[in-house]
């Protein structure tokens, strides 16, 4: 069933001196990892911050898990959990200090020394805040985040900062939470780490929601044409382009390009092998999520660098 | 209560680990009061009130304490607590801003209990001090000035932009009404200028309110009403401040 967790309808918040958000709309299902990617100022933390009861909204209808931020903000927040872009904990507040006093906030019994365990914090009980790694401190976070056993959570720029292998342990944690049932909303501005992470996603710029779909889907719609390239001795090939999916096809030398959209890849090598060409070196070029999204939001041209 | 008094708990461990904050309230008024009470001498005479200057110091340093924590470090504290995120992470944790204004007010209070207990320690076994007057009155005045001025420094730490420039405004207004307001020189010795100036600054009510009871002459009634009045305005003003910090 895809039961909708997070409906957020025609979501504006403008500053004195600027819009944060144009105009959001989206809907988050239960059990994802539903990914808010966009470029910085794009207003993806307002967004979240707003869905989340931290700040208010100007006008546009958001719930969550049925609530509304605003008016059941008490009872919402014992339901979700939340790592926050910009915040920290006291420098000399020790790891099991700081998981025993969030703890003390949630109503009933907390069982925050399995989050040590399964954060990976055993044996950093002791360790002041301020004197852990990165990745430790973002570990803490996500704990503190799902110490009230949330049935959403969200996680904002949650690897900004971490070394690679630190990035993918998260990711692996994160997936963990996503498996044990939570519903995680995700807010990154790293396009390798929605694409790899997020069951679907919106892309937000200026803004709005440009698009959302599964990272495929967006790919597939905005990430331009597929490029096929392989060699052979054959010369002419222009008759490939009698196919529907095929755009262009191109030689240098014995190099040769195929470009086009949809099926492109079974349909060419079927294609091919009906007449008996068999190429050794065939390569799909497929755009990632990244050139979708430099295409999608026009920075993809070089005065995109002068904003 | 329950989020209050674990909040507090935690805070008052953390203070254990900042010696900065500890040198401010502890050691810092004691030495003052050891040189000015150096430097003064130990004769009674009349620009001290009939008293000792070390007498004369004693309670009014007691004012010391709670105006250099209140205006120095419970700003800068919680300006930090906001600008590092850490009210933000209270906040979505269902913290409310009365919570965190409150656990910060009950370990102000402490630490200018603290203070101020080791501050009478120092002058009673150094230079001799006499107790107050009037211990009741003494208990009634410090609440209401300690509550009251924490709570102003409370509200400093709610419209500050930074810690940083919490601590400048903070020492900013420390130092002129240390001056100005009995803590120093004695009203006594003052001009007419320094102390009209010295009758408007809240320092002054403060010390005032404090010199009374501990002299003997009763409870300053209307010092402790604008020290109330101050605790109930900032107090509110703070509460807001901290809750539409984000809007």
Known sequence: ?307 | MHTIKHLTSVELKLITREPFTLLFVFVFPIVVLLVLSGVFGTEATEEWQGTTPANYYAASYIGTVIAALALISVPSHLAAYRERGILRRLTASSVSAQAVLLSQLIVGFLLALGGSLALILAATLIYDVEMPVSIGGMILSFTVAALSFVTLGLLLGTVVPTARSAQAIGLGLFFPMWMLSGTGPPPDVMSDTMRSISDLLPMTRLVSALQAPWFGDGVAITELVILVGILIIAGAAAVYRLRAADQ
């Open chain 1, 1 to 307: 069933m895809d039961e909708e967790v997070i409906s957020v309808q025609h979501l504006h918040k403008q500053y004195r001196d600027h819009i944060a958000i144009e105009d959001v709309t989206l809907s988050v299902r239960r059990g994802e990892i539903f990914g808010i990617a966009g470029p910085n100022g794009a207003g993806k933390t307002t967004s979240v911050e707003c869905i989340q009861g931290l700040r208010k909204p100007d006008s546009g209808e958001i719930r969550v898990l049925g609530l509304d931020p605003e008016r059941d903000i008490t009872r919402l927040r014992q339901r979700i959990g939340s790592q926050l872009q910009q915040s920290a904990l006291p420098e000399r507040i020790k790891v099991w200090e700081a998981l025993d006093l969030f703890a003390s906030f949630v109503p009933g019994e907390s069982n925050w020394p399995a989050l040590i365990d399964q954060w990976g914090l055993t044996g950093k009980e002791t360790a002041s805040f301020a004197n852990l790694s990165g990745g430790q401190q973002q570990r803490l976070f996500i704990a503190l985040a799902l110490i009230n056993d949330p049935e959403v959570v969200f996680l904002d720029e949650l690897t900004q900062g971490l070394d690679p292998a630190a990035r993918h342990a998260t990711w692996g944690l994160i997936r963990a939470a996503r498996d044990q049932g939570k519903t995680i909303v995700l807010v990154t501005h790293f396009m390798d780490e929605a694409e790899i992470l997020c069951d679907r996603l919106a892309i937000i710029d200026h803004g709005r929601v440009i698009d959302l779909d599964t990272p495929q889907a967006l790919i597939n719609r905005h990430g331009g044409p597929q490029r096929l390239t392989f060699s052979t001795d054959h010369n002419d090939l222009d008759w490939l382009e009698a196919l529907d999916v095929v755009q262009d096809v191109t030689r240098t030398g014995s190099q040769f390009t195929v470009t086009g959209t949809g099926s492109l890849v079974p349909l060419v090598s079927h294609a091919l092998v009906e007449r008996g060409i068999v190429p050794d070196d065939l390569r799909i070029h497929q755009a990632s999520l990244e050139d979708t999204f430099l295409r999608l939001t026009g920075r993809d041209q070089m005065n995109g660098l002068a904003d």
